[in-house]
Every structure is written in C-alpha cells, then in structure tokens.
C-alpha cells in the first residue's frame, strides 16, 4: 500500500482550503488544513512531508511559522517550506528566504504549477525514516536538564513544577525510548536529535561508570553541582516566545474567495 505524502496547508481563507484538499486528494497527496499559524504549528507535529502557507495568517504570521519549523529539531526543520502569497515586496521576500524558505506562490493559484512545484520539491527533499517516538514539549525540557545532570528536584525548580511531575515525564520518556534508566533515555533522545545531543556529551562518557537508579525506586533524590553554561529551557513553547517576540502581528487584507476561487488554470479549472 503505497503511503500519500502529507501536504498542511496553513490558509484561512475557507474557498482556498477547498480548492487545495481537492486537488490535492485528486492527486494523490493527503492534505492536512489548518486555518490559523497557531494551528499549523501544532500539525507540523505530524510530520507533513511539504508545508504550503500563506503570509498573512490570524494569531501567528506565515514568518512566523516559518521561524518555528527552522528551529525545530531533528527532521522536522528540513521540511519544505512554501509561501502563498497576494502580493509581495523585496524586503518581505528577503526576509522569506533568509528564514529558510524553498519556493513562492503567487495568489490566483494556478493549481497546475503547484502540482509541478510540491512533486519536484519532494522529489528533491528525500525524507528520512521518523524517529521511532515523539517527546512532548515537557518532556524535551525534562530530558535537556536531565542530560545536564540535574536531579528531580533541581529540575522541579526550574520547570516551576513538582518533583512528582518530573518524574511522571522522565518515567514516560524511560518507556518510550524502551530503556531502562534516565541517562539511557536522554543520551537515546540526543542520538535521534529530540534533544540537544552536546547537552549529553558529558553524560554519554560517563554513562559506563556510575547511573542513578530511577527517581520512582528512591527515598530523597540527591543534589549534584555540575557547570551550567546559563543553557535555556530545550522545551520552551514556540508560539509563546514567538507571540513575546512579535507583539500582535497585524493582519492585512488578502484578496477575497471569489479571486482564489477564479484562479484555477489548466486542467484544475473549476468542473
């Protein structure tokens, strides 16, 4: 059975959502939708082999998103990555392809060109197989101090949580990864890039020597001092620092349906 790339298609303009899940679907892709930037980052979680987007999107901007995929780790910030775009200026494409983007298109889509497009670009992009499990945004945050060296009870400080909640993650992350201890865990998370792999590197060398036992077998979780290098949180939410950084992105007019929907050429055009 032959498996149908996915294609998320960020646009919150309804009549162009619909064109794009029909052509798509007609062409053998499957087409995931999602209508603002907020939910689109939450859908890049699974894994669409190409992302469409459009720049001016509610809550979050097509820059934006772009941002977030470009910092995600692993496989998932070599994902190609086009616009949809009305209108265009030189510093807004600028800004486009140095945050990393791969391709444009211009609003009326002609739905033809962009069949071509997305087949070359995924045809150019060979993805690699997904790694074998995905950690939540805790959870990473959970392993990036573990792999540090921190105990339960630093980690419950700094994640402004209770040890028994960090437990709960790490215990989690232990089954996943179908180890058997936290350090396993984590150095399993750097190898496969869920995690950032130097945070481990001094774990990794000493792994053969001396390990904890789990946090759920003790009595009291002891306090190790190691050099922290000031390392920020690996698990901080993308759309709350992105929103911090951006203040409210302000929304400008895109053409309506009926120019979305009248821009079908060739064999795409409306039956």
């Not at 619909?18 to 995931?32: I, M, R, S």
């Not at 901007?61 to 200026?89: C, Q």
């Not at 805790?138 to 392993?143: H, I, N, S, T």
Request: charged share 25%; with cysteine; glycine share 8%.
């Amino acid at each position: 059975m032959n498996v149908r790339p996915k294609i998320l298609c960020i646009e919150d303009d309804p009549a162009t959502c619909e064109l794009l899940t029909e052509v798509l679907q007609d062409e053998g892709f499957e087409p995931l939708i999602a209508s603002d930037g907020d939910e689109g980052v939450k859908k890049i979680r699974e894994r669409p082999n190409l992302i469409l987007c459009d720049v001016d999107l509610p809550r979050m901007s097509g820059f934006d998103v772009l941002r977030v995929l470009r910092r995600s780790r692993g496989e998932l910030r070599k994902i190609p990555f086009l616009f949809i775009t009305a209108y265009g200026s030189r510093e807004s494409n600028l800004l486009a392809w140095r945050l990393g983007c791969d391709d444009f298109l211009t609003k009326p889509l002609d739905f033809e060109l962009l069949v071509e497009i997305v087949r070359r670009r995924l045809s150019h992009s060979p993805r690699t197989a997904p790694p074998p499990f995905i950690l939540t945004d805790r959870e990473v945050e959970a392993m990036a101090w573990v792999a540090q060296g921190k105990s339960s009870a630093d980690i419950a400080v700094l994640m402004h949580v209770t040890e028994r909640t960090v437990n709960f993650h790490i215990d989690n992350v232990i089954h996943k990864a179908g180890v058997a201890t936290r350090v396993q865990a984590a150095i399993r998370c750097a190898l496969l890039e869920l995690i950032d792999q130097a945070a481990v590197t001094h774990e990794n060398a000493s792994a053969g020597r001396v390990e904890k036992a789990p946090e759920s077998q003790q009595g009291g979780s002891q306090r190790t001092q190691r050099n922290q290098g000031g390392h920020a949180a690996a698990g901080q939410h993308a759309v709350a620092d992105l929103q911090h950084e951006q203040g409210a992105g302000q929304r400008q007019d895109v053409d309506g349906a009926s120019r979305h929907t009248d821009g079908r050429k060739g064999p795409f055009a409306r039956r």
